[in-house]
């Protein structure tokens, strides 16, 4: 049973860094779409970041490019996203998620999730 978990999450001030990790045991995802995914308080669910657990690059949301930074180690069998220069827009609980084949922008098309954490960004 595959099992994502984030951490790192927490309440910071607009222009602070935070790194959020996603920790996944139980099964490897090789060939598999490894994204970031936020949810504001009466928004949709809507794409951060993405990378492939196997090969190079990394895609990234309008809003976020530049500022975050998506990356893995395949040793700890993790997910990082490092955030810079938070916005209070930036406020959300983010979620990982796993997919095999391409990486979509569309978290219906994800098959796995973790359970959450959150991101507060004050002015």
């Known amino acids: 049973q595959a099992r994502l978990v984030e951490s790192g999450g927490g309440l910071v001030q607009a222009g602070d860094s935070l790194t959020l990790s996603c920790t996944i045991s139980?099964?490897?995802?090789?060939?598999?779409?490894m994204a970031w995914f936020r949810q504001a308080p009466g928004k949709e669910r809507e794409f951060v970041s993405a990378?492939?657990?196997?090969?190079?690059?990394?895609y990234y949301s309008d809003s976020v490019k530049g500022r975050f930074t998506i990356s893995r180690d395949n040793a700890k069998n993790t997910l990082y996203l490092q955030m810079n220069s938070l916005k209070p827009e930036d406020t959300a609980v983010y979620y990982c998620?796993?997919?095999?084949?391409?990486?979509?922008?569309?978290?219906?098309?994800?098959?796995?999730w973790g359970q959450g954490t959150q991101v507060t960004v004050s002015s």
């Open positions: 998620a796993a997919k095999s084949g391409w990486y979509s922008r569309s978290p219906h098309q994800y098959d796995y």
């Open positions: 990378l492939y657990w196997t090969s190079t690059g990394t």
């Open positions: 139980g099964r490897t995802f090789t060939a598999y779409a």
